[in-house]
């Protein structure tokens, strides 16, 4: 089918040319780090394929233009646009005679994410809005479609299926998508096509069972050595994140978990102070008044972020890593439990990877526009894949003026320097800051990435104990676990950049990647692992 996928600016995953996602595992000995290859064809959606049309460049200044016309206009134009292309590339399909399209779910992912749900946008939303009206004239994310293609429609399957053992037919199916893909590029009317590659959390429990959910259990602060190794307990008297957002676009969020109740965004122009304490937050929901947020009580709104995985509104965790990341980040201060690095920060859930960790770049693009449309100050991103998708680059440069994207740099101890370097996307986008691993004692970790397109660090794991690792929030109620990766990684660097953001809010997305870098602490490793481990006091100290 041509789902028209206005993909607009944001920041995904994918590419063309290189390898799909690796998964890893450990063994008995923690250092040992094995990685098992998928096929490319494992590495994709197998049926769905991503075309750009090549269209007329535009000036700034005409961008500008066409996205202060009248919204109905904009539709209108845009709707006869997307008729003309389905139409050419229907007649593209047939030509090549490789597979059939269905034309359905005609539905722009920028359109999508940007819908008028007939609430009043604040202020901070019509901004965002107009701004990605000009990346879109400027990128032509609106001649981005995602394409569903018949697998049975491939040129002699049905022949081929006869004489072809299920492995081999399912190859032959597989190369036949790569031929497709081949073909498409090869026309001078096409800008790229690609498939959507799927992505994966990078992050391993290091302890299946060191999960501590006992009801009055209290986390020594001690064991919590990654926040006082970015100095964020440094700062706190200056800033604790209050008023910055930070989308997790991961596998969801706990948010009936104690240490983070207090701290989920909530849509302010769908859910009102209704307790009367002041501030609009979950107790506004709680109708029960149990502390639990039930499904009944979210109701149909997007109140509190999305789920993209199962298309819902329901950002509940089903794997456990996105409650992980977000613990590190913004988990409160309550006389309980754990800390978070910025403990006044808004987590906005945004669920992507499904319930064993893996989501697709098309998911990808839609979280990353959802979030800007949200008005988050920061985006992370603690998962990845070896695979460049222009659909996610096309996403990330159209947003990343606004948000500042943050990525883990992948957890296969490969060098990303070089002619023929490794990388590992989203991380490696310039635009992207990608984030390696430390351990306590201010080395590279074991597992981790490193190279030339990774630009800091900050604590991920220990090389010594399992116990030395990152604990934090888990799916339970009241649960915890240790966890390791450049999953924690990047969530480390996340809260210290809603520290300093909270500080100085007159800091660009830009601006905020820059002074990050600039303020990294020199660490003890051979291995480059960016300008250093991220730190929350020099970062503010420099203002």
């Known amino acids: 089918m041509i789902t028209k996928n206005l993909v607009l600016p944001t920041l995904l995953l994918s590419g063309l040319s290189l390898a799909p996602v690796l998964a890893a595992s450990h063994k008995n000995d923690p250092r040992a780090h094995h990685h098992k290859v998928r096929s490319w064809c494992d590495g994709v959606v197998d049926d769905e394929i991503v075309i750009k049309l090549k269209a007329p460049k535009k000036s700034i200044t005409q961008a500008r233009i066409e996205a202060k016309q009248a919204p109905s206009y904009v539709r209108k134009m845009r709707a006869l646009e997307h008729k003309k292309d389905a139409e050419v590339l229907a007649r593209k399909f047939k030509s090549i005679g490789k597979a059939k ?6 539905v722009g992912v920028f359109d999508e994410a940007f819908e008028n749900d007939n609430i009043i946008q604040t202020a901070k939303m019509r901004q965002r809005a107009e701004k990605l009206s000009v990346a879109n004239a400027r990128l032509h994310l609106d001649k981005i479609y995602t394409a569903k293609v018949d697998k049975s429609s491939y040129a002699n399957s049905s022949i081929q299926k006869l004489i072809l053992p299920p492995k081999k037919f399912k190859e032959f199916q597989c190369n036949s998508l790569k031929d497709l893909i081949t073909s498409l590029n090869n026309d001078p009317s096409i800008e790229y096509a690609e498939p959507n590659y799927l992505y994966k959390t990078q992050a391993e429990v290091t302890d299946e069972y060191y999960a501590m959910d006992h009801p009055n259990w209290k986390q020594d602060y001690d064991t919590q050595w990654g926040v006082k190794k970015v100095g964020a307990d440094q700062v706190w008297d200056r800033s604790m994140g209050k008023g910055v957002v930070v989308a997790v676009l991961d596998s969801g969020v706990n948010y009936n978990h104690p240490d983070l109740w207090d701290n989920i965004w909530v849509d302010p122009r769908k859910v009102g102070d209704l307790n009367k304490d002041g501030k609009v937050d979950l107790n506004d929901l709680d109708k029960n008044h149990n502390h639990k947020l039930e499904a009944n009580e979210l109701g149909k709104k997007k109140a509190i972020g999305i789920n993209l995985s ?20 913004a988990a409160s201060i309550n006389d309980h439990g754990m800390v978070g690095v910025a403990p006044e920060a808004k987590i906005l859930p945004i669920k992507v990877l499904d319930s064993k960790g893996f989501t697709s770049a098309k998911v990808l693009a839609k979280a990353i526009y959802y979030a800007d449309k949200m008005g988050a100050d920061i985006a992370n991103h603690s998962l990845g894949g070896t695979s460049e998708s222009h659909l996610i680059k096309d996403a990330i ?5 606004e948000v500042l994207h943050i990525a883990a740099a992948g957890n296969y101890n490969r060098n990303l320097s070089g002619a023929e370097r490794q990388v590992f996307y989203p991380a490696s986008y310039p635009e992207v800051l990608g984030v390696a691993a430390s351990t306590e004692t201010d080395k590279r970790a074991y597992f981790s990435n490193y190279g030339e397109t990774v630009d800091i660090a900050a604590p991920g794991g220990s090389d010594k104990s399992y116990i030395k690792n990152i604990l934090s929030t888990d799916i339970s109620i009241d649960g915890y676990k240790l966890r390791v990766g450049t999953s924690m990684a990047s969530p480390f660097v996340a809260g210290v950049a809603a520290l300093v953001k909270a500080y100085d809010r007159n800091l660009s997305a830009r601006q905020l990647k820059k002074r990050l870098k600039d303020t990294a602490q020199a660490y003890d490793s051979s291995d480059y692992i960016g300008t250093g481990i991220v730190n929350a006091q020099s970062a503010i100290e420099l203002h």
């Open 101 to 106: 399209l269905s034309l359905k779910n005609q």
């Open 310 to 329: 199962d298309k819902t509104n329901d950002p509940m965790d089903d794997h456990g890593h996105g409650t992980h990341v977000a613990g590190i980040i």
């Open 397 to 401: 440069q159209a947003t990343e003026r």
